[in-house]
């Protein structure tokens, strides 16, 4: 992918995350630090459907700048599928020098009438995207 650090720097910034998640249109401080501080709470809002705008309000929970990672939890949304979404999104060393891995891993309940596949594999395509975006942020920089 990239050097850790380069995109440790990228994925860290909670309300920047538009910029490499996929469909994501924006994403904006509701309240907290304008920094990454824990308690900090976002609003972001996804286009899956061309006039079907979707929202998030996401608050962070745990910041580990030593270990590359940061947890969040869905507090309020439109999506169906979502509940008791909280996720852990970490940035690790890769066996190649000078790339990286990125975990994103999750806990959910599926909502009524959808499977926890048909969650987790929307979710594991928008991994695949994610990495696709962060690949050319990171060449960027």
């Avoid at 975990?103 to 979710?123: Q, V």
Wanted: charged share 25%.
């Amino acid at each position: 992918m990239a050097p850790l650090e380069v995109v440790w720097k990228i994925v860290s910034d909670f309300y920047e995350s538009y910029k490499w998640f996929p469909g994501m249109k924006s994403c904006e401080r509701v309240e907290g630090a304008p920094e990454k501080g824990v308690g900090s709470v976002r609003r972001c809002v996804t286009s899956v459907q061309e006039g079907n705008d979707s929202f998030g309000v996401e608050k962070l929970i745990a910041v580990d700048d030593t270990n590359h990672s940061y947890s969040y939890r869905l507090t309020d949304t439109n999506m169906q599928g979502f509940d008791g979404y909280q996720a852990t999104i970490k940035v690790c060393e890769a066996k190649e020098e000078g790339n990286c891995l990125l975990k994103w891993s999750f806990e959910l309940n599926p909502a009524a009438g959808h499977s926890k596949e048909d969650t987790e594999g929307f979710l594991s395509s928008a991994v695949t995207a994610m990495t696709k975006n962060l690949e050319q942020l990171a060449s960027s920089q």
